[in-house]
């Protein structure tokens, strides 16, 4: 089972990132690789890229991560 594992985490890797959420609270993750084509922008702040997007584990779904609350990212 732990060689089955670590084939499949070379196919598609698991990333830790520690964040700062919206609300101040500092908290970890973990995440599949974030890429570049998943990035987004926000309009409002007139800027082309804030962030990314990846499936999250803890939270059973993609969600978005802003690079300027993203405090440490690391491979899992």
Known sequence: MKLLN???NLF????QVVYTTQDGR???YTINKPSYEYEFG???EGKRVVG???YCHNRH???SFR??????????
């Open 12 to 15: 598609s890797p698991k990333y």
């Open 61 to 63: 779904g993609v969600r």
């Open 52 to 54: 990314f997007r990846s």
């Open 26 to 28: 500092t908290e970890r």
């Open 6 to 8: 670590k084939i499949k």
């Open 67 to 76: 690079y300027d609350r993203v405090v440490a990212l690391e491979r899992a």
């Open 42 to 44: 926000n309009d409002h």
